[in-house]
């Protein structure tokens, strides 16, 4: 991208110069290389989603950031699900950023997919009317995509206002955000998912819609399991074995001791499909719950490779 234009967005004002973001916009795309596009060309993508998103009258926030909340898993699903409305960009099919739409889909709230034009869909989405932008980034061409997701949001924003937005998963989960109206608990549901996802998630790393059986049998063989360390400060054998517990029941994840020294317990869990990806995200956020569903402060927890 060459021209300052693209890359100036306005703010609303009050008349008195003041700037009144009326509401939250999160933002979910990489934000480091991938397999087709460097770091730099996201910056600039991210640039100009943002101007978009300040033109249809809201507020851009990447949902990685917030300044209060120091665990960046737990600092990502809350903005997922606080925020009023969101614009996700599923170019490349980023494992993080699937993972992280996934969620946000189960929210039922506006949400609007965006892609570049050599991108791909994948079939569970297919039917979601996503807005396309020029990978090359043109300006012209980015100028109308500008114009057309603007129109798009506040579109999505003024149906959910007025109680007429239909969501991507329509009646499928009407009770998601009400767990009490239903036997199963809203953490196990938020977890439930999260397996489902992590689980096409792998596919996609494997590229499994692109091998063959036997390519795709010899790369999950070829995959090393991680051996990690959860460390727990300032707690007992009893927390620990819980938290062992706790993480066992993701599927892949094993305990293989509990050591105890000056006061902190280091549970070792053996990770078949490694620590990576949507596997770690999926980890991070069980941790998260437990100290949460313990009254745990959140740093006196941590995970590092054994």
């Keep these: 991208m060459s021209s300052k234009n693209l890359h100036d967005a306005p703010s609303q004002s009050t008349g008195k110069g003041a700037s009144v973001p009326s509401v939250k916009c999160g933002v979910i795309m990489p934000i480091s290389a991938t397999s087709n596009h460097s770091e730099q060309h996201w910056g600039e993508v991210q640039t100009l989603i943002h101007r978009a998103i300040r033109n249809a009258g809201f507020d851009p926030v990447n949902v990685w950031e917030n300044e209060v909340v120091d665990r960046i898993s737990e600092r990502i699903v809350g903005n997922i699900f606080s925020h009023d409305i969101a614009v996700a960009d599923i170019s490349d099919l980023n494992p993080n950023v699937m993972l992280e739409l996934g969620l946000r889909l189960s929210s039922k709230k506006p949400t609007v997919v965006v892609v570049d034009s050599i991108g ?3 079939f569970d ?7 396309i932008y020029p ?9 109308s995509f500008i114009e057309k997701l603007s129109s798009v949001l506040k579109q999505k ?3 959910f206002s007025a109680g007429n937005y239909t969501p991507f998963l329509g009646k499928v989960v009407v009770d998601v955000i009400e767990p009490e109206t ?3 608990p809203k953490d196990d549901l938020i977890i439930s998912l999260l397996e489902e996802l992590r689980s096409r998630i792998s596919r996609i ?3 499994s819609d692109l091998q063959s059986t036997h390519q795709r049998s010899d790369r999950v063989q070829s995959r090393n399991p991680d051996r990690i360390s959860v460390s727990i400060r300032d707690s007992s054998e009893d927390t620990a074995r819980s938290l062992a517990k706790f993480l066992m029941s993701i599927n892949g994840i094993d305990c293989i001791d509990i050591i105890e020294k000056d006061g902190r317990y280091n549970v070792i869990f ?4 490694g620590y990576t990806g949507s596997t770690a995200s999926l980890i991070e956020a069980r941790i998260a719950i437990f100290a949460r569903d313990r009254n745990l402060p959140i740093d006196s927890l ?3 490779l054994a």
């Design 120 to 122: 791909s869909i994948p």
């Design 125 to 131: 989405i297919r039917d979601f009317n996503a807005v």
């Design 135 to 143: 990978s090359d980034l043109t300006i012209i061409s980015m100028e």
């Design 157 to 159: 924003h003024a149906a």
């Design 182 to 184: 239903r036997s199963v």
């Design 205 to 207: 790393e494997r590229g």
């Design 270 to 273: 053996l990770v078949r499909d």
């Design 302 to 304: 941590g995970v590092s």
